[in-house]
């Protein structure tokens, strides 16, 4: 049972039973205690609080036995949501062991802070479970100590402390694998996706939320096995996956309805509610909200109510019933021991209702708040991974905000909101503290930004019903309408796989999804852009991950109607016609330097790593590559880590803050899961061989330019407001002021030829854009493979420190 073989363990058990039932009453009732408490483990709660409820033999009733037939009895009830009985026997298991000096105390202590965290006496619970795992501890009990550190998480998760959470968490992971204990490694798997899953990491959910499902079908753990079901099926519906919400739910439901424990039956059918209501049935939500807040009511589980009550003010609002909208909503706020994360959003749904009921200045009032308790909410997270991840669960509030002022007419402070999204989320990035700047406070004029930049800028927002460009020139801003977020994804996924997995150049084949990405997203813009000028995207969403660069401009035969009256050549990438940089924010890029070419540069080149592993063989091409760049710098001018000294310890002792340029020519990997674990891949040295995202960001620098020669080097992680999350935004992040990254894996044959040329045009006094983009147009227009966006289209620059 240690080990999580409940299976095993109760057939175990039932043999025992048998076999001393008649012969020694005794050894029968403590088989009869431990079996409870499996099916107590199990979630059978009505069943295992039928065998304890029988008073022990006379020789039992002071002994450990007796402790733990009290503790199973309260915790059964507990589960039950009978608090007041749960309590009764609690206090007497702790009597009775006090008393006895009981082995189990510690887990009696754990019964204790479980019981309390259901009454959200959050303070009670933690000094409770401080007690299992010091006694765990002082008792050499490694999984009492265990289970008191994995529950520390659930108060401090509860408590909204996430860093907290995670940390106790990962830690509770680690020793629950190192004692082979399934179930707690379910549970720990499951709670680290819990809290990824509330500050907005929907990847990382998943990817535990499926191990946690996976491990507790393993042990057994039916009850286990449904609640991480449910909490999967709630990622996939934030996701906006709602089929495949809809299809977990509805297994998590058929497991549920076998079981005792009603509030995971309750949040099942809270998921179904919305997942029906997202898919505009809203019968079908209706029937599963009043079945949950039926279980919630009878239960007394507050958190549940409020969440009911929230899809019921969703359902009346989707009915045109505003005024039932209006008392649900207002209810949720008004509650004290509402969680934040729900009454963030009632504030949102009153101000959408408030605006169908045309009362604009009490919905911007709410919106306002949302959006306060938002920013208050991710100030107080330390870790900056987190903080990264955040407002991916607050993000379609913000989409509320700007649909509602855009529909107010008020377009650039709509724009406004959009940037204080993402400007907002990348200060406190930098902050030490975690706090942000007011940076909402120092949104400048963006035509000045436009006029100091020389470029147009093109600012996207994506939605889930409808996205927005703010086209930005030094004399105008225009806004124009784009499609929702999943339709553009659908296209941009499309079309990024042609670069991989068709052999065909997308120009020369007349790839339709490169057409209909420049039909939407460029050519309503072309009439405000200028011929062969800059232009800066500010990407949002699956945006990100596509370079506009690639898009294919049809010819005028193709049948899409241009807004630019110029006659034009035939079709070709957008390339030809634009110098592109890529940022992120407009206050920052309007607060950003603007940094002047160095008149005497300096390069800090890493390169020729030895092979750390199978996995990254040392690069045919990365001497030559080296050797290309050296003609552009005197010997006096550049410092090179070449082979066994190319070592994350070197780079970082070698004061890289002092170079203007910083080159890497190596292997590089991005991290999905934790986008701070992206790499460079160096050399061995000692027990590391990489140079972290999250030690670059530690590290101020002043470079004119980063050039990050690698794959992924750009990152493959998007967070809401902070776009893709890698190496470029690390550096971007320490202080240099350009980042030249990849996408996707890049072409060891002919990068040194790209960087070649993009030195020589950085020598020759062009700025990296410019030079850039003029190397690529030399691949471009090569005869052989090299012109295939595959090979030059890879690498973006990325600017806004």
Known sequence: MRHGQLDSALRELDVEIAAYQSKDPEWAARFRVVKARLL???????????????????ALQRTDAEVEREMVQGLDYSYLQQLDPADRSIAQAEALGASIQSSLLGSVAQSRGMLEEDRQNYDKASAAFRRAALFGREHNQPRTEMDGLGNLGLVAMWQEHYDEAID?????LTRSRALAATDAESRSLGNLGWSHWVIGDFDAALHDLTLAQGKAAEAGLIEDQT??????????AMQYRFIE?????????????????????????????????????????????????????????????????????????AKRDYATALASFRKVVADPKTETRLKWEAHTRLAEVYALQQQPGKAEQEFGLAVGMVQNARDSIQSTELRLSFLSSAIEFYDAYVNFLIGQHRSLDALKIADRSRSESVEQSLSSTGKSASAAGRFTNPEDTAR?????????????QRSWLWVVTPTKISLLPLPPAGELQTLVDSYRKTFIDDPRNPLEAGNADGQKLYATLIQPAEKLIAKNSRVVIL???SLNSLNFETLIVPDQDSGFVSSNPEPRPQAHYW??????????SLSLLAHGSIAAPPKVGNMLMVGEALAANPDFPPLPEAGKEVGLLEKYFDESQRLELLGKNATSTAFLASQPEKFSYLHFATHGTASQLRPLESAVILSPDKDSYKLYARDVVQHPLTAYLVTISACDGAGTKTYAGEGLVGLSWAFLRAGAHNVIAGLWEVSNA???????????????????ATALRKAKLTLVHSTGNYRKPFYWAPFLIYAGS
């Open 245 to 317: 919400a809809d299809g977990t739910a509805r297994k998590a439901l058929a497991l549920a309805e076998k079981h005792d424990d009603q509030r995971t039956l309750a949040s099942c059918l809270e998921v179904l509610a919305r997942v029906a209501l997202a898919m505009d049935h809203l019968d079908d939500a209706d029937q599963f909200n009043r079945s949950a807040a039926g279980i919630a009511r009878s239960n007394g589980d507050q958190t549940s109510l409020t969440d009911s009550e929230l899809i019921a003010g969703r359902i009346a609002e």
């Open 227 to 236: 609640y991480w079901l449910v909490a999967r099926a709630d990622v996939e």
């Open 168 to 172: 106790r968490f990962q830690e509770a």
């Open 452 to 464: 100091g930049r020389n470029a147009a800028l093109l600012f996207y927002w994506l939605g889930r």
């Open 539 to 541: 990407p949002d969403g």
């Open 575 to 584: 390339i030809e016609d634009a110098t592109v940089l890529t940022a992120n």
């Open 750 to 768: 002919s990068t040194p030829q790209l960087m070649d040329e993009l030195y020589k045009g950085i020598h020759e006094g062009e700025d990296p």
């Open 40 to 58: 107590m483990n199990r979630g059978s709660y009505s069943e295992s609080l039928q065998l304890v409820s029988a008073p022990l033999p006379s």
